[in-house]
Every structure is written in structure tokens, then in C-alpha cells.
């Protein structure tokens, strides 16, 4: 019997909307946006950005979880890894009694057809959605639409003989799922994280180089088989849903000029295509963050989210080229008035900084997070800037 794969939900959305709702909803945040996206308290005023947090996928797919143990509640319930980049949601899942197969001593390989399996926001490769068919397993699918869309164009490429340049990172889950979609059919595929990598690509779509050399800097980031000399000559441009998208357009753009350069105006149609893949809600915050930041002066910066979320570092990369920027994982990164713990942009380790909050005056502070860090934790992070800046709590 093929595997039952539950993609629509389970029918226990009205179950489940008072846990949800008691774990992620938060009424000061509710109250804040009646307000104009506004706090005020004492000499701080919180500026919160108009998108923010949880976005439609992540949204789903927490649902679908919550729903998916209510309705399998003597069977176990696991995840492929984490169902989205927050570390409070995540262990609030654990809470419930759901595993992580990326947890020390958890396998695929011992997966059975009891188990009920759930896939995350951001999807899984083509071969371990394979190895959990063929293992038996019950599967719940939350990949995100945005992410669909992705595969999709994709495909397309591969079906048209094009090889897929994906912007985003190689060792990402989505990333790594796009990749097999492309690679699906025999296609190819190579990932540039930045527009330094796209630039070394474009340099050799302009006038070839050493294959040797550029698969050895693009070693984990191309598909099997990837040939250099015959893999770049027709191309099509797509992007992991969560990067930045200013340089996801420039580096299409990077692409399209070197393709143009190396074969002709005349054969651009024929050898390039590329489709903006960035999703509405990365799209959408990182709109709101750059008017948060065009409409006033602020002190600093705030962005809180999963250090290892793709789309909260590039929230606070926009901030942090205008603004001083803390990026910070969970509300008690905010320690005292005068110590933070966060992860600097662009960095890869957290620290800890001092003197992040001005200790006298009027205080205003910018506030966003990913779209995978819901408004509860919003809240906290609300009230402790509060006490800090008015009660100079040390926390
Ligand atoms: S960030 Fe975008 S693609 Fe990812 S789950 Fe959210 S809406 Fe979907």
C-alpha cells in the first residue's frame, strides 16, 4: 500500500487553535499594532516593524504539527530536523512529545511505517522524501507553497535543458531540496551564495578558466557530473525564498551580462532565463524594515530570530548598514541595561556587548524579527527593553 501523505492539514485546525494560540499569541503585540506599531513607556519608544515574525508558511506548518500529534497521539511523531529555524518553537514541539531525527542517537534508517513523519516549511531532498516511502512511513508535508513554486521553476529549467543557478546557501534544507528538484532528470545545478561567488560563475560563463580550479571552489555546491565548459552555457536563475533580495536581482543581472557577453544579445532568450523566487513574506519584511529605517532616526536596531534563520540575518544585515543592530536569538539575550547577547552581522559567534542601550535621554528603538519567531517572544522582548530602560533593571 503506497504511504499515506497527509498535505492539507489533518481537520483539527479548531483543535488546536487554543494551544497555538496560549504558545505564540501574545495581546501586547495585538494592542502595539492597533497602536500605529508603536510603544511607548517612560523614555523608550519601541518602533516595530509593519511585517514581522511568523510568516504564512511557518504558520502552516507549526499548525500542521500541533495537529498532526492530536491526531496521533499514541503513534510517534518526528521531525526530519527542525521544522523552522527558532529554538523556542522547536523545543516547544519537543514539549509536546515530537522528535527530531537530527537529535544524537535518531535515524532515518529506523524509521517504521508506525512513525508519522513530518516534513518542514522549507521542504526535503527528492531521495530521503524516497526513503521514507519506501521505509512505510505515515508523512505529514508542510513544505511551503513559496517553496513549491521554487521546484517548480526549477524543474522547468532542467526540462528545458537549462542549468539552474541558485542563490542561497548550499548546506540549507531548502536549498539542499531545491538542488535535487534541479538535479531531478539528469539536470545540473550550481549554488552562489554572494554576488563574490556569482562573480567567479560570471567570470567563467565570460571566458571559460581552469574546471579544474572552479570545482574545487564550488565543490559542495554543484550537482554531480557538473562540467564547467558545458554547464554554463545556458542558465536560469532562481533563489533560496529567504535571501536578500536586492542581491538576488543583482546577481540575475550578473548573470544575464555575462551570458550576453560571452554568446550575444541575439541568443540571450535561448540561454538565459531567471524568476525573482524570493517569497512575499521575505519580501514583505525586508520592505518594512527598510521603511522603518527610511522614516526615523533611531538609536538601534533590534532583530530577533533563530541565529541559523536565513531570513532574520538578512533583516539584520539591511539594518546594520544604517543603524547599530543586535541580532539576537531569544528575549534573554537582552541580559541588562548594559550587557546583550548576540551574534554580530556577518558574523558566525555570538557575543556579548556592552553599553548597547543609552543610559539616559529619550531611547528609540527599532523592532523586527524572522518569520519564524513568533509574537509571544516579541512581547518579552518588549517588556524587558521597558524595564531596562526605565528601571535600569540589570535583569
Ligand atoms: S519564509 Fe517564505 S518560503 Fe519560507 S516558509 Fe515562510 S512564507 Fe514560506
Not at 517612560?42 to 511568523?54: D, I, M, N
Not at 510568516?55 to 499514541?74: E, H, I, L, S, T
Not at 515530537?98 to 521542504?123: H, K, Q, W, Y
Not at 539594518?319 to 552581522?345: D, N, Q, W, Y
Request: charged fraction near 20%; include cysteine.
Amino acid at each position: 500500500m503506497p504511504p499515506l501523505i497527509f498535505r492539507k492539514g489533518l481537520d483539527l485546525k479548531q483543535e488546536v487553535a487554543g494551544t497555538l494560540a496560549e504558545s505564540y499569541h501574545s495581546e501586547l503585540i495585538a494592542a502595539i499594532k492597533d497602536n500605529g506599531y508603536q510603544y511607548r513607556a517612560g523614555r523608550l519608544t519601541v518602533h516595530l516593524a509593519r511585517e514581522f515574525g511568523f510568516c504564512y508558511g511557518v504558520d502552516r506548518a507549526v499548525d500542521y504539527a500541533y495537529q498532526a500529534r492530536k491526531r496521533f497521539p499514541d503513534r510517534p511523531v518526528v521531525l526530519t530536523g527542525e521544522i523552522i529555524h527558532n529554538p523556542h518553537v522547536n523545543a516547544q514541539l519537543r514539549a509536546q512529545g515530537i522528535r527530531f531525527l537530527s537529535d544524537p542517537g535518531e535515524s532515518i534508517d529506523a524509521l517504521t511505517p508506525d512513525d508519522v513523519v513530518i516534513l518542514p516549511a522549507f521542504g526535503i531532498t527528492i531521495e530521503l522524501l524516497q526513503q521514507l516511502e519506501t521505509q512505510g512511513c505515515t508523512m505529514v508535508d508542510t513544505t511551503c507553497g513559496s517553496v513549491l513554486n521554487v521546484w517548480k521553476n526549477v524543474r522547468r529549467y532542467t526540462a528545458e535543458g537549462l542549468t539552474s543557478i541558485i542563490h542561497g546557501k548550499f548546506w540549507h534544507e531548502e536549498t539542499r531540496a531545491t538542488a535535487s528538484q534541479a538535479a531531478s532528470g539528469g539536470g545540473h545545478y550550481l549554488v552562489v551564495l554572494d554576488r563574490a561567488e556569482a562573480a567567479a560563475a560570471c567570470e567563467y560563463i565570460r571566458q571559460g578558466g581552469n574546471a579544474r580550479d572552479f570545482l574545487a571552489q564550488f565543490e559542495r555546491a554543484v550537482s554531480p557530473g557538473f562540467d564547467p565548459d558545458l554547464h554554463l552555457q545556458r542558465l536560469g536563475c532562481a533563489n533560496q525564498t529567504t535571501m536578500l533580495s536586492s542581491e538576488s536581482l543583482a546577481i540575475a543581472e550578473m548573470v544575464r551580462d555575462a551570458v550576453r557577453a560571452r554568446f550575444g544579445e541575439a541568443d540571450l532568450d535561448l540561454r538565459f532565463r531567471s524568476f525573482d523566487t524570493i517569497c512575499s513574506a521575505t519580501q514583505d519584511r525586508q520592505d518594512a524594515v527598510a521603511a522603518l529605517l527610511d522614516e526615523r532616526p533611531l538609536d538601534l536596531m533590534i532583530v530577533i530570530g533563530g541565529y541559523n534563520s536565513s531570513n532574520t540575518c538578512n533583516l539584520a544585515r539591511i539594518c546594520e548598514s544604517r543603524v547599530p543592530t543586535f541580532h539576537i536569538a531569544e528575549p534573554v539575550g537582552l541580559m541588562s541595561s548594559s550587557e546583550i547577547r548576540h551574534k554580530p552581522v556577518g558574523g558566525t559567534g555570538e557575543r556579548i556587548s556592552t553599553g548597547w542601550l543609552p543610559d539616559s535621554g529619550p531611547v528609540s528603538v527599532g523592532l523586527t524579527s524572522g518569520a519564524s519567531t513568533p509574537d509571544n517572544l516579541v512581547d518579552i522582548v518588549i517588556r524587558r527593553l521597558d524595564a531596562f530602560a526605565n528601571l535600569g533593571e540589570s535583569g
